[in-house]
């Protein structure tokens, strides 16, 4: 990426889940499908294949979506940047997942900087305002990261052992530019030498925590244990859990969050034990034109995906296999809401927030103005 970051705040990861070689005109990124299993990475050239990157879930996870989006709409302007490619291109990436409104913050972001402009200077300005956001990602998360690491670092004062974080899909480094957010915490106290555990919910039906989380946590020497999503109230029951992090794919006024399926439950398993429950949210997830989590639009996906699961077979083939009996049908939501009244607080860049309209308001008074 063109922009640099201070040093601190670059992922040491040796993986980046979206690459922009110098001013390359294309960005690469690893095809998120064909994990943990094999290190597949796809070159975008064009703006058609962006937003099937996204709509087929080559890449996912609000943040990287929106990065994703907003290269796609420079690599749209590149092939024409007339007021009407413009537009078409736009509503062609707004329109290939819902949910995350970091696609349309990054969309809206990027048009808004070259509508003004003449057609000849669009493209360069959204090449230099998608890096912007993609360098902007991985800042915000670092601060994230800072944020919660304040949180681990209490928990380990007050107890012996590992500090046990649950975490559900992947909202780590693979669905950002870098870092995670609900990972960030943990990555930043495991390079500080703070013991800590991460269970890992295996994220039915497309298994985002089994594939991504755990792979991961793996690359960083971070210790792990998969579990079913079911077991997340056992798991607290029993005391194995100190705090909980996910992420977030949008955020209302009111604090409500909306994030992979199955959050709720370990939102409700979580105050029913008394576990503390955050939701790390970087502020581009934040929608304040939405004032309570039912007005979110919630994804639903092909039922085969619930269906089916797939795995690699003995021989080192990516299979799909049947679950159910032929006819079965299947509902596959892909987002919940977590009412605000069950989050602790909400890690943002700026700090520790409490999930309500004051909260949020008071910590983010020109986006609530
Ligand atoms: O369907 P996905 O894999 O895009 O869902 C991803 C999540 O729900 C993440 O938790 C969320 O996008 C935050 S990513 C930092």
Redesign the pocket.
Known sequence: MAIALPSESTDPAPYRALTRNGNERAVEIID?RALPHARVTIRLADAGAAAMAIRK?WV??????GAVGAYGLALALDADASDAALAKAHAVLDST?P??V?RRWALDRVRAVVSPLAEDARADAAWREADAIATEDVAI?HAIGLHGLELLRDIARRKSGPVQVMT?????AL??CGW????APVFLAHREGIPVHVWVSE?RP?L?GAN?TAWELGQRGVPHTLFVDGASGLLMRRGDVDVVF????RVARNGDV????G?YDKALAAADNGVPFYA?V?SP?LDFALAAGDAIPI?T?EPGEVLGVTGRDDYGQTITVMLTPPGTHAVNY??DVTPARLVTGLITERGIVRATTEGLAARFPERAA
């Open positions: 998120q879930m996912r996870g609000a943040p990287l979506i997942r949910t995350a970091n998360n559900h899909c992947n909202a780590g669905a950002t995670g957010t609900a990972t994220t497309r985002q991504l996910v992420g977030a794919d909306c994030n992979k399926i959050t790390a970087p997830t994804e996906r892909a987002f």
